[in-house]
């Protein structure tokens, strides 16, 4: 659903372009756009917010960092709008603008990033706890001990008295719909039974141990604790290991714990950033090695994941949350502009897009976006995402904008048309698909069941959502007769033949002269 930066592609691509800064009005609303540079609004308020990025990074969120604005667009300022949720009409300018959000986790400083996460991974491999507990003080300013590191059951039992019962409700029903749906795609094992005694099946099995990694700093994420718990819950992972870094308070949020107790989670430890996974990954005296680690993070966790794979299987390397909304005449302004907000609001680097054959409709969802920011409690951040990753394209017609929609292959993909079940074949690429006017994107964050765990950054193209199959792994059943192995034994000699493989060759022949 969201992460501070990075993903797969990321890793393998150049560069951000930077914006040239002309100017700074720290109280205007717009986005001006000339030739050679650009101006930001509100982004002179250095907003210091703790990242939960455990490795240390607590950042200014402030112009420097994140003015990663394009220079020099193709076609010039005249493409786009002087909304701060710029309108592009031209098809080609969209493809490049697509792309470049797209590319939007480039970093040039990724190989030191990776260095630093290296050098962390094979200390805590090599010196465990103490390596563990190192790099928490360093980082995260916390004095642990082996024996602090776990949750105990008075904190686990008390976080159920600091949330309201409305809270309680609401996270009792999410779980119970995160269940239900995922049930319903639990693999089954098979066997089919073929001519002459051949047996052939898929027989599912859980992986032993799982890890979940639940991300904290500018936010509190239940539902995150919930939508990767209750599919390895479900899959019959016998044990769920958790782990969170404690928040700039020094405490848990006990949303959190209560979410991880009700999706059946107890043994929760209170280390973050690359070191967890390490934890995760190694083993250490206290905390077990797992089989798969799943679980969003920022960019020290994600190279961390990307690092302990093939040790471990990991679900992906999740990259900046986005949406793309298509939306017709018949779509509400207030509504695209509130799902654009809701995506924008997570992350300065949060995507959000509109494409709409209504061009009225842009300009007054462009307007709505600046009007719903007056008033945002996360004004400053929220405004960073629009600014830099967020677009309205005007197209011809709605298979036009399937075509776009397909090509930046979002996670998040709101069908906000008249007739969204006729759209839907048109649609090929996306995490997940919300159909019509009253679907906006937050049921599927919290509550609707399917999981909010999504591919991002164009992924979509070959990834897909978490699910129970994340938990499991498969084993083929093959069993043959001899009069089964006696049909097919020619065939088995001429191929280990072409191969120069005598003795698997031999290993059917020996046993069909025996007959």
């Known amino acids: 659903m969201f992460c501070w930066v990075a993903s797969l592609l990321a890793f393998t691509a150049g560069p951000f372009l930077l914006a040239s800064i002309n100017s700074v009005d720290r109280f205007s609303k717009t986005i001006r756009i000339t030739n050679d540079s650009t ?65 939007r986790t480039h970093d040039a400083q990724v190989t030191e990033k990776e260095a630093t996460v290296s050098e962390i991974l094979a200390a805590v491999r090599t010196k465990g706890d103490e390596a ?4 928490t003080e360093k980082f995260d300013r916390r004095q642990l001990t082996p024996e602090t ?15 309201s019962p409305e809270l309680l409700k609401a996270i009792q029903n999410a779980c119970a719909n995160i269940d239900a749906f995922h049930r319903q795609r639990l693999p089954k094992s098979w066997v089919t039974f073929e001519d002459h005694g051949v047996v052939l099946g898929k027989r599912y099995t859980p992986v032993a141990k799982a890890g ?40 848990i949020s006990p949303a959190v714990l209560v979410a991880a107790q009700e999706a059946g989670i107890e043994e929760i430890y209170q280390v973050g950033g690359a070191q967890a996974i390490a934890a995760l990954a190694y083993g250490t005296d206290t905390i077990p090695n797992v089989d798969v680690i799943t679980g969003p993070g920022n960019i020290y966790v994600t190279l961390a994941k990307k690092q302990v794979f093939g040790t471990v299987g990991i679900d992906s390397l999740a990259g900046p949350s986005e949406v793309l909304v298509i939306a017709d005449h018949t779509a509400d302004p207030v509504h695209v502009a509130v799902d654009l907000l809701a995506q924008a609001e997570h992350d300065p680097m949060a995507a959000a897009v509109l ?75 996306a995490g997940a698909i919300f159909l019509g006017h009253d679907t906006p994107e937050a049921v599927g964050d919290y509550l609707a069941g399917p999981n909010h765990t999504l591919p991002t950054s164009g992924a979509a193209r070959y990834a897909s959502p978490l699910s129970t199959e994340t938990f499991m792994k498969h084993s083929s059943l093959v069993q043959y007769t001899k009069r089964a192995l006696t049909n097919i034994a020619s065939d088995i000699d001429i191929l280990t033949r072409a191969e120069g493989l005598p003795s698997h060759g031999n290993s059917v022949r020996f046993r069909v002269d025996e007959a």
């Open 355 to 429: 494409l709409t054959t209504d061009a009225a409709l842009a300009q007054t969802v462009a307007d709505e976006v600046e009007k719903q920011l007056v008033t945002h409690p996360r004004r400053v951040l929220t405004e960073k995402a629009i600014a830099h990753y967020g677009v309205a394209i005007v197209v011809d017609n709605l298979e036009t904008a399937a075509n776009l929609s397909d090509l930046f292959a979002p996670e998040h993909l709101e069908l906000e048309v008249d007739e969204p079940w006729e759209l839907l074949p048109y649609i090929n690429q």
């Open 132 to 135: 563990l507990l190192h790099y």
């Open 212 to 251: 979940i990694y639940v991300p904290g700093g500018r936010a509190s994420y239940p539902s995150t604790v919930m939508m990767n718990a209750i599919p390895a819950q479900v899959a019959g992972v016998s044990r769920i290991v958790m782990v969170t870094p404690i928040g700039p308070d020094g405490t």
């Open 149 to 163: 590191l776990r949750v105990d059951g008075a904190r686990l039992d008390a976080a159920y008295q600091q949330i």
């Open 39 to 103: 101006e930001i609004s509100h982004m002179a308020c250095r907003q210091s917010e703790i990242d939960e990025n455990s490795t240390g990074c607590r950042y200014a969120d402030d112009l420097e960092f994140h003015a990663k604005l394009i220079k020099n667009v193709p076609g010039s300022a005249s493409n786009f709008s002087s909304y701060m949720l710029r309108i592009i009409n031209q098809l080609d300018d969209a493809k490049v603008e697509l792309q470049r959000i797209c590319d």
